[in-house]
């Protein structure tokens, strides 16, 4: 694992200055403790932070080939390179290091830019092919590892954290677009960042830099997958699906370090402590947290687990000084980002990283297995729909508008509330609005008239779902709604969550459940065997059936929840006041101060709950502290117009050809 940077001059004659790259090191050194390494020729730079898992002697990084013609740096790990190397040597290939890395130069030998297609691993990869004068920028197929490209008229920079290209000097603006975006699903879906001029590089994507141009590819497309056929037997699949998870975990136990297992309780991270103790007779070491608050508190499901595989399990239980973790958090993220169940993700990683420098996580099963209950919430309102209006839309939401306001773990009051504001909207839509939490009508409120302008009236934040939704006409209504998760949510949520709070402790974390032959396989499974009736993940809870015990196949979904609601009210209330007074909203310039006011004294006389915008609020108000402070952004006080992500936004003489 590793954070990796680079520079290209366009100018040709113009070198990469050495401090440079070593001051956008620099910035990433928590990825990367153990060693650094740049290669520089003429006006390309890369370079790398190094953690050391595979190879930790020789595998230093920058790669090359025999000629040095080829060059690589690289994040992430390559759980097929033995095979790889293997069969690169029996070609002629010569290998000088032990290192998972080194299978990269020799496949673009071979096979060009589709060598990407043959790696099975976590990954962004920055190869330099001299010969050709060529950069090719490339990230994993599902997006487990970050990649951040900023093209400026004079320079392209790339970095696995905006941190790295702000590094170089890069003063950015904020897009308005961006931060809606933000607001509605308290993260920043790619290829949107905060920041007009930096962009993500999409999951299943390479980028190839040559003769000044930016051309971006799609090497992965899990909508080309068919549906397969509707009388597959259960029985088949499940033994299908378990040598395939069988086989992920057993080549992403590979590592020359210390290695353990994050383990919860849940169905997903019992699995992968079941299947490594399937495929491991050696210790097993397994980790979880717990919060003093009980409904929050799954630590009796996790002891479970390690009692039955005799696990080496260390937990921790935590009372976090949550107001004092809230400017680590957001200095990690480099742009807002609200899911909170980043405190105890960050929380646990440092438990962790005390022991091992590798985890496997069980990150990926809600999408793969349809584990949210929004897949449940669609079921139950193509029923909701039937009845009539009377009741929908009169009767039934004056009831549950009266609902107590609770402050528990994802509450009925919560759900219900939900569920009824959305039901009655077309099947895409409400699966979108059920993740959704500023809506545009509350947005309108909050933004302030400029933001409001520079938006011009783009609020809706739908369309960022649609897209993908729409890719998938050829499957059923849940598989429709899975693909868009897997899309957008998982990799813009999930894994970023995952990344920046592991990595903060230097950690490197594997996610076995997102091995692309088991997403695949998958996708190709209809609905109707996903989620028979009301029944989520049936056909992993089918799969582990003898494996895992009862109580654990039995057990209702969790999650890493806090209790951010009585938080606000308590350790966070000094931030509300201080980042949410009406003097500091205004002098921001983002969020108009009646309403913001209006938000928190509604929730903290408990008549709403309002917990998970005002977090949002409140993050968005330290990542502009931070970036004003820091000088990272030198417009962040004026507002830019948003526009639509593209990878040529300032440099429109050279452009982005989609390939």
Same mark, same amino acid.
């Given at each position: 694992?590793?954070?990796?940077?680079?520079?290209?001059?366009?100018?040709?004659?113009?070198?990469?200055?050495?401090?440079?790259?070593?001051?956008?090191?620099?910035?990433?050194?928590?990825?990367?403790?153990?060693?650094?390494?740049?290669?520089?020729?003429?006006?390309?730079?890369?370079?790398?932070?190094?953690?050391?898992?595979?190879?930790?002697?020789?595998?230093?990084?920058?790669?090359?080939?025999?000629?040095?013609?080829?060059?690589?740096?690289?994040?992430?790990?390559?759980?097929?390179?033995?095979?790889?190397?293997?069969?690169?040597?029996?070609?002629?290939?010569?290998?000088?290091?032990?290192?998972?890395?080194?299978?990269?130069?020799?496949?673009?030998?071979?096979?060009?830019?589709?060598?990407?297609?043959?790696?099975?691993?976590?990954?962004?990869?920055?190869?330099?092919?001299?010969?050709?004068?060529?950069?090719?920028?490339?990230?994993?197929?599902?997006?487990?590892?970050?990649?951040?490209?900023?093209?400026?008229?004079?320079?392209?920079?790339?970095?696995?954290?905006?941190?790295?290209?702000?590094?170089?000097?890069?003063?950015?603006?904020?897009?308005?677009?961006?931060?809606?975006?933000?607001?509605?699903?308290?993260?920043?879906?790619?290829?949107?960042?905060?920041?007009?001029?930096?962009?993500?590089?999409?999951?299943?994507?390479?980028?190839?830099?040559?003769?000044?141009?930016?051309?971006?590819?799609?090497?992965?497309?899990?909508?080309?997958?068919?549906?397969?056929?509707?009388?597959?037997?259960?029985?088949?699949?499940?033994?299908?699906?378990?040598?395939?998870?069988?086989?992920?975990?057993?080549?992403?136990?590979?590592?020359?370090?210390?290695?353990?297992?994050?383990?919860?309780?849940?169905?997903?991270?019992?699995?992968?402590?079941?299947?490594?103790?399937?495929?491991?007779?050696?210790?097993?070491?397994?980790?979880?947290?717990?919060?003093?608050?009980?409904?929050?508190?799954?630590?009796?499901?996790?002891?479970?687990?390690?009692?039955?595989?005799?696990?080496?399990?260390?937990?921790?239980?935590?009372?976090?000084?949550?107001?004092?973790?809230?400017?680590?958090?957001?200095?990690?993220?480099?742009?807002?980002?609200?899911?909170?169940?980043?405190?105890?993700?960050?929380?646990?990683?440092?438990?962790?990283?005390?022991?091992?420098?590798?985890?496997?996580?069980?990150?990926?099963?809600?999408?793969?297995?349809?584990?949210?209950?929004?897949?449940?919430?669609?079921?139950?309102?193509?029923?909701?729909?039937?009845?009539?209006?009377?009741?929908?839309?009169?009767?039934?939401?004056?009831?549950?508008?009266?609902?107590?306001?609770?402050?528990?773990?994802?509450?009925?009051?919560?759900?219900?509330?939900?569920?009824?504001?959305?039901?009655?909207?077309?099947?895409?839509?409400?699966?979108?609005?059920?993740?959704?939490?500023?809506?545009?009508?509350?947005?309108?409120?909050?933004?302030?008239?400029?933001?409001?302008?520079?938006?011009?009236?783009?609020?809706?934040?739908?369309?960022?779902?649609?897209?993908?939704?729409?890719?998938?006409?050829?499957?059923?209504? /849940?598989?429709?709604? @899975?693909?868009?998760?897997? *899309?957008?949510? %998982? #990799? =813009?949520?999930? !894994?970023? $969550?995952?990344?920046?709070?592991?990595?903060?402790?230097?950690?490197?974390?594997?996610?076995?459940?997102?091995?692309?032959?088991?997403?695949?396989?998958?996708?190709?499974?209809?609905?109707?065997?996903?989620?028979?009736?009301?029944? /989520?993940?049936?056909? @992993?809870?089918?799969?582990? *059936?003898?494996? %895992? #015990? =009862?109580?654990? !196949?039995? $057990?209702?979904?969790?999650?890493?929840?806090?209790?951010?609601?009585?938080?606000?009210?308590?350790?966070?209330?000094?931030?509300?006041?201080?980042?949410?007074?009406?003097?500091?909203?205004?002098?921001?310039?983002?969020?108009?101060?009646?309403?913001?006011?209006?938000?928190?004294?509604?929730?903290?006389?408990?008549?709403?709950?309002?917990?998970?915008?005002?977090?949002?609020?409140?993050?968005?108000?330290?990542?502009?502290?931070?970036?004003?402070?820091?000088?990272?952004?030198?417009?962040?006080?004026?507002?830019?117009?948003?526009?639509?992500?593209?990878?040529?936004?300032?440099?429109?003489?050279?452009?982005?050809?989609?390939?």
């Amino acid at each position: 694992m590793c954070g990796i940077a680079g520079k290209v001059y366009l100018e040709p004659h113009r070198g990469v200055e050495p401090d440079a790259l070593a001051a956008m090191c620099q910035a990433l050194v928590h990825r990367g403790p153990d060693d650094y390494g740049v290669h520089l020729d003429g006006n390309v730079g890369l370079a790398m932070r190094r953690l050391a898992v595979i190879d930790v002697d020789t595998g230093r990084q920058p790669i090359h080939n025999e000629d040095r013609s080829v060059w690589t740096v690289y994040n992430g790990e390559i759980y097929n390179f033995a095979e790889l190397q293997r069969e690169l040597e029996a070609r002629g290939h010569r290998f000088y290091t032990r290192t998972d890395t080194e299978v990269i130069v020799h496949l673009y030998e071979e096979q060009g830019l589709d060598f990407v297609r043959s790696l099975n691993g976590m990954f962004t990869i920055a190869l330099w092919d001299a010969a050709r004068r060529r950069l090719v920028l490339a990230r994993d197929r599902l997006g487990i590892k970050p990649l951040y490209v900023a093209q400026l008229p004079d320079r392209l920079l790339f970095g696995s954290e905006i941190k790295a290209l702000l590094a170089d000097g890069l003063r950015p603006t904020v897009d308005v677009e961006a931060l809606s975006l933000y607001l509605s699903l308290l993260y920043i879906p790619a290829p949107h960042t905060i920041y007009r001029e930096i962009r993500k590089l999409e999951p299943g994507h390479l980028l190839v830099w040559q003769g000044g141009r930016l051309t971006d590819h799609r090497y992965w497309d899990l909508a080309e997958i068919r549906p397969a056929a509707r009388d597959l037997r259960p029985a088949a699949v499940s033994a299908q699906l378990l040598d395939l998870l069988t086989d992920a975990v057993r080549r992403q136990l590979v590592s020359d370090v210390p290695l353990g297992v994050f383990l919860s309780g849940g169905l997903d991270s019992s699995t992968v402590v079941a299947l490594t103790r399937r495929v491991h007779s050696g210790a097993v070491k397994t980790f979880s947290i717990g919060f003093d608050d009980p409904s929050y508190d799954e630590r009796a499901a996790a002891r479970l687990i390690a009692r039955r595989f005799e696990t080496d399990h260390t937990e921790l239980t935590i009372t976090p000084d949550v107001a004092d973790l809230v400017p680590k958090l957001v200095s990690h993220f480099d742009e807002p980002f609200a899911d909170a169940s980043a405190i105890p993700t960050y929380y646990l990683s440092q438990l962790t990283r005390r022991h091992v420098t590798v985890a496997l996580g069980g990150d990926g099963g809600d999408e793969l297995f349809a584990g949210y209950v929004t897949y449940q919430a669609d079921k139950l309102a193509r029923l909701y729909e039937r009845l009539p209006g009377l009741l929908t839309r009169g009767l039934i939401p004056a009831v549950v508008r009266r609902l107590p306001v609770s402050e528990g773990k994802v509450s009925f009051d919560f759900k219900a509330r939900r569920f009824i504001a959305d039901a009655l909207l077309e099947p895409g839509r409400r699966h979108y609005a059920w993740k959704a939490f500023f809506d545009d009508s509350l947005k309108r409120d909050v933004l302030c008239d400029d933001v409001l302008a520079g938006l011009d009236g783009r609020l809706d934040a739908f369309p960022v779902y649609r897209r993908h939704y729409d890719e998938v006409p050829h499957h059923d209504p /849940l598989n429709r709604f @899975l693909y868009a998760d897997t *899309r957008v949510y %998982l #990799p =813009d949520d999930i !894994l970023v $969550k995952v990344d920046r709070m592991s990595m903060a402790h230097s950690l490197e974390v594997r996610v076995p459940l997102l091995d692309h032959r088991v997403v695949e396989f998958m996708f190709r499974l209809p609905g109707v065997l996903k989620m028979p009736g009301l029944a /989520l993940k049936h056909v @992993l809870k089918r799969t582990m *059936r003898g494996l %895992l #015990p =009862d109580e654990t !196949l039995r $057990k209702r979904k969790g999650g890493f929840n806090v209790p951010m609601s009585a938080w606000l009210k308590q350790q966070l209330r000094p931030l509300v006041d201080e980042y949410l007074s009406p003097a500091r909203v205004r002098r921001d310039g983002f969020f108009r101060p009646e309403t913001t006011s209006r938000l928190v004294v509604e929730h903290m006389t408990g008549r709403a709950d309002y917990s998970r915008n005002l977090w949002a609020l409140l993050l968005f108000g330290v990542w502009l502290e931070q970036a004003r402070t820091s000088g990272a952004s030198a417009a962040t006080s004026a507002i830019a117009a948003g526009l639509t992500p593209s990878f040529a936004l300032c440099a429109p003489a050279t452009g982005v050809i989609r390939g």
